[in-house]
């Protein structure tokens, strides 16, 4: 069992930059690959990015790569996702998931068997 809290969401202006972390309970969070995802008000909860449980490779929607950063600290049971050069559509509900232990990183949601609650983040114009 994992449990997932997500943290540093808030409201930004258009180019600013936001962390947010995701926090993980269980002994074997270092054995999960994680994603974070979003959705925004009337879509579908999409893909942002994702990382292996050993952090050495990862992956990105095609809308964020080179603005996005995922990271992972398995000492601190913490997943992060630092955001920058952030536009008026990054704007949305951000949730953290874990998925299997040691198995590769899906763009699919229905793959990821843990969920964080969420975080808003909202970037004016």
């Known amino acids: 069992q994992v449990q997932l809290v997500e943290s540093g969401g808030g409201l930004v202006q258009a180019g600013g930059s936001l962390r947010l972390s995701c926090a993980a309970s269980g002994r074997t969070f270092s054995s999960y690959a994680m994603g974070w995802f979003r959705q925004a008000p009337g879509q579908e909860r999409d893909f942002v990015a994702g990382?292996?449980?050993?952090?050495?490779?990862?992956y990105y929607a095609d809308s964020v790569k080179g603005r996005f950063t995922i990271s992972r600290d398995n000492a601190r049971n913490t997943v992060y996702l630092q955001m920058n050069s952030l536009k008026p559509e990054d704007t949305a509900v951000y949730y953290c998931?874990?998925?299997?232990?040691?198995?590769?990183?899906?763009?699919?949601?229905?793959?990821?068997?843990?969920w964080g609650q969420g975080t808003q983040v909202t970037v004016s114009s």
């Open positions: 990382i292996t449980w050993s952090g050495l490779n990862t």
């Open positions: 998931a874990a998925k299997g232990i040691r198995t590769v990183v899906s763009k699919s949601q229905y793959e990821y068997a843990y």
